[in-house]
Each structure stands twice: as C-alpha cells, then as structure tokens.
C-alpha cells in the first residue's frame, strides 16, 4: 500500500499503554542532548515515539537503544544516563509505585508489547 506506514504513532503507542493502565506523558529532546546518570524512585515505562534514544545501564553493563515503537520497563533505583539520537527524540512516559515492574530493565522491541 502505498503511503503506509507500519512505524506506529504517538497516538497509537500511547492507546497501547492507556489500555495497560498507565497514564503517558510525552516529552522530547534535540539531537545529541544528555541526561547525566540518575535514578528514580517510582517504576517508569518509556516507549520512543519518534527519532531514538540510548539510555546506558552501567549496573547492568550496557546500553539500551530506544527506537520509534521500542519500550524500555525501568525499575525504581535503577542508575541510568541518556543520549538522544541525532534527529531528536520524543518518548511517553508512565510512572507506577516503586516494585510495580521487575527488577531488572527490560527492553521490548516494536511490535512485541
């Protein structure tokens, strides 16, 4: 079909996790932005919307890339930095109480959440 895009969209992704439950946020950055290492106390579910983003576990000795439709399930207390792509980013964003999610982060590709 031509025109068709099988790249899902922000407001599909977002229908996805309202339909788990959570409430999405969205937020977005310019390529190459940096988010120094940190962590929080609240479990968190990120899903890339748009461009990518790669978030580095040093605890758990990698780096996770986010691209459009990907999710990312990080857990409370989890030490994490971010470096966003080179055309941008935008992710939603759902918070949950702390132990909501398992203990280690888990990365979920498009299309398989």
């Known amino acids: 079909m031509t025109g068709m895009s099988s790249t899902p969209g922000e407001p599909e992704l977002a229908a ?3 339909a788990e439950g959570l409430v999405p946020g969205a937020w977005g950055n310019g390529p190459g932005d940096v988010y120094a290492a940190h962590r929080h106390g609240f479990d968190k579910v990120l899903v890339c919307a748009a461009g990518s983003i790669t978030f580095g576990l040093a605890a ?3 780096r996770v890339e986010l691209r459009v439709g990907d999710r990312l399930d990080l857990p409370a207390g989890v030490d994490h930095d971010a470096v966003v792509g080179p055309a941008g980013v935008t992710c939603l964003e759902a918070h949950l ?5 398992p203990t280690d982060p888990t990365r979920r590709p498009a299309g398989t959440w």
């Open 16 to 18: 996805r996790l309202r």
């Open 60 to 62: 758990q000795g990698g």
């Open 97 to 101: 109480p702390a132990g909501q999610l």
